[in-house]
């Protein structure tokens, strides 16, 4: 539950409640996360639009790569284990257990672990990025546009996993069932929330 007082689904109303059933019709419930978006709707919205466009040029299983190695460096664990449990679906669990160990050059090859390694630095100083970090992923043939797609991706969760964790939004139950050790290596910051999770009524207000 959020730090802020929210709106719960039974109360939710015009814009809140179109909100709350998009993203129910995405998890089978209404996640914390949207619920902390309930004061500014409009601002999910956008992002919603902005991460689409940012997405788009990127394959599915770098985008995963990469928003998941930014979320689990920020230490946020409803991002980490959502997008950690996406990743073993592509790459297998023993896979995204190893790279949240550190050993991800035991299970990805080097062009995989540089664009890992710069996600990583992203979420943990940009600042510190050189331009010898550019080089390096250039020397393992990415371009200069695909580049730009990892920061973005890595970036943009930044702004999500610290809003969240602002706001105290906890990751949410249904993640206990994922695989213990899978959840043990990616449950990094929060724990996960032991409330039952709600959903929208089912007849309109």
Sequence with gaps: M???DTVSPAEARDRVREMYAEEEADWGYVPDYARAFCHRPEV?????????????????RRMELVTFAAAHEARHSPCSLAHGAALAKLIGREAVIAIAEGREDEVLDPADAAVLRYA????RDAAQVTAADIEDLRGHGLGDDEIFDIAANAASRCFFTKLLDALGVDADSPLMKLDPGLRGALTVGRPISERPVESLPKNDP
Aim: without cysteine.
């Design 120 to 123: 990583r630095q992203i979420a």
């Design 44 to 60: 999910m919205a956008r992002w919603g639009e902005l991460l689409t466009e940012i997405r788009r040029p990127v394959d599915p």
């Design 2 to 4: 959020a730090f802020i």
